[in-house]
């Protein structure tokens, strides 16, 4: 979770001062250290245009992001206490000379198997005490402590290497480029700061350190204009627009920031060049729609930094993104990507994880889909980091243009699966828990049986043929990562709908419509004693089988499953993506040979929808 004295990633503290005022350093990015910001004198009229609004033809905006994007983010050591790395003060990393080391790392070492993004994050136009500097038109210009070239002497570094450049800011105006509602707007006659904001000056982004701007007034698109023309001007491929919302721990009319996204991408458009755009941070799953349709990516979770003295922790947050990944997974795709965040498996004493979680780390992030952005030092990369940042099988799996994997089960012990272009699965075993544990992958939840080949990606060996699924042992917060070609069909299953007449519903469960599922119903209000009984379930033979248990789920939630009466298992149920959204997820339970009944009880809690059951007709092997 973040540090509440601390920056999310890419995040901008307020500032105590303005570019044109000095002020004493300010005590830390907490909220009790935030001041108001002092005025700007209005800048001069516009000078004639040098910059002029483009005229040829929009770029080809829609033809990025069609594979998840690779390369370096800054913010990860800017934002870590790891002994030597911000030496002048906190998030004092970010400078040109430590940007364009890691580039030229990043060029000799990763290059080769794809990395090409040199992602420059928050506070490029801060200083050390983190005043911001702006040019006469209010936008951000870069601070000559931190960049002393310029942003464009950057970016034509970065691209003399054969690399591309990143550039970030935080959503809205930010309060100390307002300098009274006098500052004027570039290339935009007759516009000032005060025309683009709402009178009232409301705040806006995840940290409330910017003005709202109102789009129903027609300055404000040109001021977006403004930006976008002037980060295409400086050769900037990538942008990174930070305290998006809704997202970003907020919500509510102020946090909504959709029309800043939609003008940034008409913005973009009309620039002359390409640029990625990605969204920061949290997004709302529930907007899904808008973060596609005008962006290129959109981070679904809060920071993976720790804020520590490493660079991230297991428990703070990577184990998160097991949780909160799935109610992303059926969105992200050619044009736009689900952003897991930065991956930072390269140095373990730096990364401050074990090997079995590095190695977690990396295989979560492949078979997601996610961009593949590290955030750890590129020149001191371990032997063992190196390795997983250029498997060169693992990065195929992420760059190929096919559906990201999902959990296929649901606990500590989870398998995550996805079917492959040429018929193959991505088959991953996971084991959250803390000790070690053995993980099996049964093929029925998978959707194929019989016999079936196994390679295991990360030792790079063809472990044979397996039949009906495949048991291996997994070191706590462990993984492996295996390709199975099918070698049989799918096995036969018997489905149970949830609303059929001979179940039993208690407590508060009831049957309600749901387009996506099957015969249109569920049963829901599976809370606090609710409970769903499927009654008749038939099976030949004695034994374990692995059920299809189809769901709807707007957040993550448990529920408990036995059958003929046993209590059985409590189960955490990933977010489906909504309680509109089906998915499913396979669970085990005993049975006997005949007519069996099979409870879904929420017990004290709140449980997930449910759908059906679908029950095979063999048990595990």
């Known amino acids: 979770m973040l540090s509440p004295a601390a920056f999310t990633a890419g995040a901008v503290a307020l500032a105590v001062a303005t570019a044109l005022t000095s002020a004493a350093p300010p005590t830390g990015p907490t909220a009790s250290a935030l001041r108001p910001a002092a005025t700007i004198p209005a800048a001069p009229a516009p000078a004639p245009a040098t910059q002029g609004a483009r005229t040829q033809e929009a770029p080809a905006q829609d033809a990025l992001a069609q594979k998840p994007y690779m390369g370096w983010t800054s913010w990860s050591m800017q934002s870590s206490k ?55 038109y209010g936008r951000q210009q870069a601070a000559p402590e931190r960049f002393p070239s310029g942003m464009k002497a950057v970016a034509d570094r970065l691209h003399r290497k054969g690399l591309k450049a990143g550039i970030y800011l935080p959503v809205g105006l930010e309060k100390e480029a307002y300098g009274e509602g006098k ?116 981070r ?25 990944t799935p109610a992303w997974t059926r969105h992200g795709g050619p044009g736009g990507f689900n952003d897991l965040d930065s991956l930072n498996v390269g140095n373990g004493a730096m990364d401050g994880l074990t090997k079995a979680e590095r190695q977690s780390y990396m295989t979560l992030w492949a078979i997601s889909k996610s961009p593949l952005y590290t955030g750890d030092d590129i020149t001191g990369l371990d032997s063992y980091g190196l390795s997983l940042l250029t498997n060169r099988e693992v990065l195929k799996l992420n760059q190929q243009a096919s559906p990201a994997a999902r959990p296929l089960t649901a606990g500590d012990r989870q398998v995550w699966g996805a079917k492959n272009p040429d018929g193959t699965y991505t088959v991953a075993l996971f084991n959250l828990g803390d000790t070690p544990a053995a993980v099996t992958a049964d093929w029925s939840s998978l959707g194929f049986g019989g016999r079936a080949s196994v390679r295991d990606v990360w030792n790079k060996e063809n472990l044979g043929r397996y039949n009906g699924g495949i048991t291996q042992a997994v070191p706590a917060h462990g993984s492996r990562l295996f390709v199975v070609q099918p070698g049989g069909p799918a096995p036969a299953m018997t489905a149970y709908e949830a609303e059929a007449p001979a179940n039993t519903l208690a407590g508060s469960a009831s049957v309600a419509g749901c387009d996506e599922c099957s015969g249109g119903k569920k049963v829901g209000n599976l809370y606090v004693g609710g409970s769903l009984r499927f009654n008749e379930v038939v099976v030949k033979k004695a034994g374990t089988y692995v059920l299809n248990v189809s769901y709807t789920s707007g957040d993550p939630r448990q529920i408990r499953v036995g059958a003929n009466g046993a209590p059985g298992a409590t189960w955490d149920f990933p977010s489906s993506g909504g309680w509109g959204a089906a998915e499913r997820i396979s669970v085990p339970v005993t049975l006997k040979a005949g007519s069996n009944t099979i409870t879904f009880d929420s017990g004290s809690g709140y449980s997930p929808d449910i ?6 007709q063999q048990q595990r092997s």
């Not at 490493?310 to 097991?322: A, K, Q, Y």
């Not at 759908?611 to 095979?616: A, E, Q």
């Open 183 to 298: 500052v004027p707007v570039w290339n935009a006659p007759g516009c000032t700061t005060g025309d683009i904001v709402h009178s009232d000056l409301r705040t806006t982004n995840g940290w409330d350190s910017a003005y709202k701007i109102d789009f129903s007034q027609a300055c404000a698109q040109k001021y977006i204009d403004s930006q976008a023309q002037l980060f295409a001007d400086w050769g900037y491929d990538f942008l990174k627009i930070d305290g998006v919302g809704p997202g970003s721990f907020k919500s509510g009319d102020n946090y909504d920031n959709r029309a800043d996204i939609a003008a940034w991408k008409q913005a973009i458009a009309t620039a002359g060049r390409p640029i990625h755009l990605e969204l920061s941070w949290s997004l709302d799953v529930d907007y899904i729609a808008d973060w596609k349709k005008h962006s290129n990516g959109w």
């Open 611 to 616: 759908d059906r059951i679908d029950v095979p």
């Open 300 to 324: 679904i979770d809060t920071d993976v930094e720790c804020y520590c003295n490493t660079l991230v922790t297991w428990d703070n947050s990577v184990e998160d993104r097991w949780r909160d």
């Open 82 to 136: 790891y002994p030597g790395l911000n030496p002048r003060g906190d998030y004092s990393y970010l400078t040109e000379a430590n940007v364009l080391k890691q580039a030229d790392a990043m060029a000799a070492k990763l290059k080769p198997y794809g990395y090409e993004y040199v992602n420059i994050d928050a506070g490029w136009w801060r200083d050390w005490q983190w005043k911001p500097h702006f040019d006469a």
